[in-house]
């Protein structure tokens, strides 16, 4: 633990402590939910990390990939600028048809993203968003 005293802040080697030894032996649980209206029936693991280490890391990491969304290309902030957008591109003549806008939750859609993958697509995208000067300088 000590050694990241010197790779983050004083504030974030406070909380990350705390974190360590106040959940110091817990474990994720697993349990299994049962995916009924298949057939056969397939079951769906469940893992909570609810009170664990885990828990905190993910929402340190969470505070610091929030400060990156900007840089991703296709970010939009919610429905009200996606709307704003698209009537300004409308006035300026770059959409020649009507718009039909339809959304949808992709809450859930990172439990079909494999961990190898996905932290081989983020190491690169950190590292071009580094070459190209983009990346925080706190980041």
Known sequence: MNDWRGL???AEF????AAYNETRGRVAKFCMTAKVHKS????RPIVCCCGTLL???????DYWFQKLRPLIPSYIKNSSQLLSRLKELQRNRRLLFDIWVFTADARSMYTNIGTKHALEVINKWLDKLQRDGLLPSNF
């Open 8 to 10: 983050i802040s004083p």
């Open 14 to 17: 406070e909380f990350l402590s």
């Open 40 to 43: 056969p029936w397939k079951m």
């Open 55 to 61: 828990n905190h890391l993910s929402n340190w990491l």
